[in-house]
């Protein structure tokens, strides 16, 4: 076999009665999973599983440094198929000689670096310093004209019908243990599922117009059986996911081309920094307001409504006490805490004639 001809596989197989029909190792002083056998008539021998491939990925993750019991359970994750790309040992040995790490994209065709290199460097010699700047002034225009023809993208499901093929739809749906719900983890090339615009990633709301958000893999695979040679999914890629749970809204036909739901975020906010500046501030404006306004404003009118509560004998200790009736209430006690500390400390008037008297009470 030639380099030309080496080149990864991508095996999917479907569970037989008995299985897949091969058997997983690991091997001394290499990394990853190798197939050590593959049974005669099995569903692994019938999708071209080899003794002796190395496996790459398996759904579409890659598992070269994970154990054997990860890859294990990788391939138990995804109920009565797995999709593994594996590659044999020739194949193994000239990605490594050119530096490649191997991906689905090369089963048909590994690319050799050093041919696409010189046809690179070739490129740059051709152009001249005018050529490179009404080139750039081109891709500035184009890009520019872009931004104003193509407007802001509307998020919304999309709705995906095809009929089954000789091999199937050609998708792969998997479940995922940190997220809700059943995505599309693979499509198959010039499949059904990739002609009618389902894509890697998506989230599946709806199969044949039932929601099926809430629902077990298995009830969801049983509800695509059951439209016989044709299904229609509705789906949603995972940034249009995103806007739909944030708005809090369950995606559904109706948005195909209706009206979309509004992300509401700055009525949020705004109540809850309003609750908050209410809660906090607002004691503190008065003592601000009274030291901020003209000398007229704090003198005259406080004066008045606090003549009935403080002495007019008070002079200096008044405005103190004035003062402190437009504070908080914390403030305020502790302006009179204060006062009656100053009143406290100050000696009584002393009848001079019974000072031997008060001096031996003591």
Same mark, same amino acid.
């Given at each position: ?46 999708? %071209? /599983? ?5 496996? $790459?990925?398996?759904?579409? @993750?890659?598992? !070269?440094?994970?154990?054997? =019991? *990860? ?27 050119? %530096? /490649? ?5 090369? $089963?048909?065709?590994?690319? @050799?670096?050093? !041919?696409?290199?010189?046809? =690179? *460097? ?241």
């Amino acid at each position: 076999m030639t380099k030309e001809q080496l080149r990864p596989r991508l095996c999917v197989i479907e569970k037989g009665p008995s299985g897949y029909g091969f058997h997983l190792h690991g091997e001394k002083g290499k990394t990853g999973q190798f197939i050590r056998l593959v049974e005669a008539a099995s569903p692994a021998e019938r999708a %071209g /599983l080899r003794a002796g491939d190395k496996v $790459i990925q398996v759904n579409g @993750d890659s598992v !070269e440094q994970d154990s054997h =019991q *990860q890859v294990v359970q990788k391939i138990k994750a995804v109920a009565e198929q797995t999709r593994l790309l594996v590659v044999d040992r020739e194949t193994d040995e000239l990605l490594r000689a050119r %530096g /490649l790490v191997c991906k689905e994209e090369y $089963i048909n065709g590994i690319p @050799d670096p050093t !041919e696409s290199g010189q046809g =690179q *460097q070739a490129e740059p010699e051709e152009k001249s310093p005018v050529a490179e700047t009404k080139a750039a002034d081109t891709v500035s225009q184009s890009s520019s004209e872009k931004d104003m023809s193509d407007p802001q993208k509307e998020l919304r499901p999309r709705l995906c019908r095809m009929q089954k093929g000789a091999n199937g739809y050609g998708f792969n749906l998997h479940s995922e243990k940190s997220k809700v719900g059943q995505y599309i983890r693979a499509v198959d090339a010039d499949s059904p599922a990739e002609r009618s615009g389902l894509l890697p990633q998506d989230r599946i709301i709806e199969v044949n117009g039932e929601n099926v958000e809430g629902k077990q893999h298995s009830d969801v695979v049983t509800a695509i059986k059951t439209g016989g040679t044709e299904t229609s999914l509705l789906v949603v890629d995972p940034e249009t996911d995103e806007f739909f749970k944030k708005c809090k809204v369950s995606p559904s036909v109706a948005h195909l081309t209706g009206p979309l739901p509004q992300l509401i975020v700055n009525g949020d906010i705004e109540q809850k920094v309003n609750g908050d500046v209410s809660a906090t501030v607002t004691p503190t404006p008065a003592p601000s307001s009274n030291s901020s306004s003209s000398p007229s404003t704090p003198t005259t009118p406080s004066r008045d409504t606090s003549a009935p509560i403080v002495k007019p004998q008070l002079d200096g200790d008044k405005t103190a006490g004035e003062v402190g009736l437009s504070l908080s209430t914390s403030a305020a006690e502790a302006k009179e805490k204060v006062h009656s500390k100053r009143s406290s400390k100050r000696a009584p008037q002393m009848d001079w004639s019974k000072k031997n008297e008060l001096f031996s009470n003591l």
